[in-house]
């Protein structure tokens, strides 16, 4: 696709259940980023991927949380026994390391009920 | 820790003036450094990017850059209340350029 593709774009999940959130990146973009977005607050960053290093996991709240990304493309983050402070938007963003322009795919709106 | 820096606003401006965002950074090395625009519920879009120090303009923005003091501003000529959003601001590193972001400002355009 033209774009980064993330689903599902909604998600509402009883708390304790495991949740994967998904993201397609550009095609040929090396670097991915995973942020989360709570209501009228900033990019939380949480996980950074770039090419075949290994990923940057500084801002994964606890160890609930994990990534990775299979073959340098797909991402797939997982929250496992959610909490409703896990609620918020999930965002994905890829692009070309060289340019550094990151685009942002339409994000994963996740609620813990 | 890298930072960068952004008042939240809400920055208030009518329409037709010139709306003046800034953004201050820690990394003395940061190489890249950009503008994003998100409306509410939506997500982030790049509106500009800067590489070197002086002024980078587009249409009704243009982005200014001091490496020196640290400082990166975006100038929105015109404002129109189509502009009404918040504005992140974010800062790359060399090499793999790893991206950090300010947490915004507000914007608000009064008609």
């Known amino acids: 696709g033209a774009g980064v593709s993330q689903s599902p774009s909604n998600k509402v999940t009883e708390k304790g259940k495991d949740v994967e959130l998904r993201c397609d990146p550009i095609?040929?973009?090396?670097?991915l980023y995973w942020y989360r977005q709570s209501l009228g607050q900033g990019l939380e960053f949480l996980i950074y991927?770039?090419?075949?290093?290994?990923?940057?996991k500084s801002g994964l709240p606890s160890d609930r949380f994990s990534a990775e990304r299979t073959g340098g493309s797909v991402s797939t983050l997982t929250i496992q026994r959610t909490q409703q402070e896990d609620s918020a938007v999930y965002l994905c963003a890829s692009y070309l390391v060289l340019q550094g322009e990151a685009f942002f795919g339409q994000g994963t709106r996740l609620t813990v009920v | 820790q890298k930072e960068v820096e952004q008042n939240s606003g809400p920055l208030s401006v009518p329409e037709g003036a010139i709306a003046s965002l800034n953004c201050t950074y820690s990394d003395r090395g940061s190489q890249s450094f950009f503008w994003y625009r998100q409306y509410s519920g939506k997500s982030p879009e790049l509106i500009m990017s800067?590489?070197?120090?002086g002024d980078k303009e587009d249409g009704r923005f243009t982005a200014q850059l001091n490496k020196a003091s640290q400082y990166v501003s975006l100038l929105i000529r015109d404002s129109q209340p189509s502009d009404s959003a918040t504005y992140l601001c974010a800062v790359g590193e060399g090499g793999y350029q790893k991206v950090t972001f300010g947490t915004g400002t507000k914007l608000q355009v009064i008609p």
């Open positions: 991927f770039q090419g075949n290093s290994a990923p940057d």
């Open positions: 095609s040929g973009h090396t670097a």
């Open positions: 800067i590489y070197s120090n």
